[in-house]
């Protein structure tokens, strides 16, 4: 059944979650579907790390304050937890040390699995909470089955019957979030609630203005999970020293133009290429650090698509497949899914074959897999 309504019925006392409150009307309403569900609600704030260099836009006191306008509203504990230097270990100093090297990262996959289900969880859990929950829009499903464990190449089964959880994707397409969940497993999903992925977005809505939520008309958050809107080469250019080079084409190495430092480029960009020669659009195919050289083309079809993607660090929500095997990826994140032969490349590495061609891949950057509409986990992607 979907652990979204479950309400614990069959136990004499109340469960706890406690629920990581952003100040948006999304995490709002899952405390308060939670509250009227029967649980016994806690609302957590995570103060952020703040950069003191390269930050021009970040509201988190003010999302504060709506958090705690809303747990008020909902009558429920508040607690502001300080994961700043967590937040700056585990995700910001990720961020900028992956740029550093050249790659483009994804951060919000970082915040969720280190910062979201990582330390929020585990302290939670060591304050009493039965379960998390998070304004996600994903859905998660208990089933009965045996969660076997694979090492090396030898497989073996627990003890006893485990029950599976797994995560698919949201009811509202449009704000299907799964594709940011992919490293969660078992061990923490059987600590977690998504109360929202059962509904669209105007619903939430909806269901915010009529718990009298102070925030249920406020604006969806943009940017970097832990800051906010910002410039990312300005920000960058705080930690990355700039070192200005060559843009060349891709086809011929004529050099079209200059850039300010290959780590500031990813993939695929098309803006902010400083090349005035009229013969544009150019688009970023590739860069070598080495060289400090920054390679385009005008043929973005040709130049920067493939069919193949290699991925490491893979992660599975359940049981992964047999290899070689078929499923269906997601290269980014507003992408439709396409159909994928994936199979053991070397140690840790994984190759995937697409049946259509995938644009402009990106090292660094998520692959998610998919079947239909179950999320099975995803990788980083190598090259």
């Not at 992964?320 to 078929?326: I, Q, R, S, V």
């Not at 090292?363 to 179950?374: A, C, K, L, N």
Request: glycine share 8%; with cysteine; net charge positive.
């Amino acid at each position: 059944r979907i652990w979204n309504k479950h309400k614990q019925s069959n136990t004499p006392l109340k469960r706890k979650v406690f629920v990581a409150m952003s100040g948006g009307v999304d995490s709002s309403v899952a405390a308060a579907l939670l509250k009227k569900r029967g649980f016994k609600v806690v609302g957590v704030f995570f103060k952020p790390w703040q950069p003191k260099k390269g930050v021009e836009f970040c509201n988190w006191k003010e999302d504060r304050q709506d958090a705690l306008a809303a747990a008020s509203t909902l009558g429920i504990p508040f607690k502001t937890w300080d994961f700043s230097k967590e937040y700056k270990e585990k995700v910001g100093d990720y961020m900028i040390d992956a740029y550093r090297e050249g790659i483009t990262p994804n951060p919000d996959v970082m915040c969720n699995k280190e910062i979201k289900f990582g330390i929020f969880l585990k302290k939670a859990l060591a304050e009493g909470a039965d379960f998390i929950a998070t304004g996600h829009y994903v859905r998660l499903k208990r089933t009965s089955g045996k969660l076997k464990v694979f090492k090396v190449r030898k497989v073996s089964e627990l003890d006893k019957p485990d029950e599976l959880y797994k995560l698919y994707t949201a009811r509202d397409s449009a704000k299907d979030q799964s594709y940011f969940l992919w490293t969660l497993t078992q061990k923490e999903l059987k600590h977690c609630l998504f109360p929202v992925g059962d509904y669209a977005k105007p619903e939430i809505r909806k269901m915010a203005k009529k718990f009298g939520l102070p925030n249920h008309d406020k604006k969806d958050s943009q940017g970097v999970c832990f800051i906010g809107q910002l410039n990312m080469r300005d920000f960058l250019k705080y930690y990355i020293k700039p070192k200005p080079g060559k843009i060349k084409l891709l086809k011929d190495s004529e050099v079209v133009g200059e850039h300010e430092g290959v780590y500031f480029y990813t993939i695929g960009q098309r803006h902010g290429l400083n090349i005035s020669n009229g013969q544009g659009p150019y688009y970023v195919t590739g860069k070598d650090l080495k060289k400090n050289i920054v390679y385009v083309s005008t043929n973005s079809t040709e130049d920067l698509e493939s069919r193949e993607v290699y991925i490491s660090d893979t992660s599975w929500v359940g049981n992964n497949p047999k290899f070689p095997g078929k499923i269906n990826i997601k290269a980014r994140y507003r992408t439709k899914e396409i159909g994928a032969k994936i199979s053991r490349s070397s140690k840790g590495v994984f190759k995937l074959v697409a049946t259509t061609p995938i644009r402009a891949i990106t090292p660094g950057q998520s692959v998610v897999f998919y079947r239909g509409q179950e999320m099975l986990g995803g990788g980083v992607i190598v090259h």
